[in-house]
């Protein structure tokens, strides 16, 4: 498939692609679009190279079948990160002593305030790992090795448990 062809190929398939996005996409996931549509049409390109379209159904109808495929398989990756951050926030959270000794915030809005006063080098690290992102994605988002991901990480969450202990969560 040249090119041209496949130039031709998106721009006469895009609307059914986008009404199986908008159809089967969680509206949570809205802002990954683009990454849904590229993966659709990598995955009908090597398919169509390879010659594996068998033409049992139309082109369109097996190309819907992929973008619906894709949201589905997007909105599994998406659900399993947010539980694994969810996991690892407290359900139930402990009340936390403030600085003027009060019992006010939760433990999960009171860890957010404390990764916001981390340097911004060990703060975006954290809350990457936090997303579920591994080391070696996280060393390319940042373009660091992934040591530094490892040791910033390991500082992060050192600083967090010594500004916590100083407010005297014992948690």
Known sequence: MTEKEFTKFVNDTKGVVLGAIQKYLNAENASSIDDVVQEIYIRAYKALSKKKFRSESSITTWLYTIAKNECFRLNEKMEKERAKVE????????PVKNDEGGWAKETTQYFKELIKKLPDKYREVIELDILGYRDKQI?????????TVKSRNSRARDMIRQLAA???YNG
Not at 87 to 94: D, G, K, L, N, R
Not at 139 to 147: E, F, K
């Open 87 to 94: 996991e690892m926030t407290p359900q139930t959270p402990e």
């Open 139 to 147: 060393a390319q988002m940042l373009n660091i090795s992934p040591g």
């Open 166 to 168: 100083q407010d005297g």
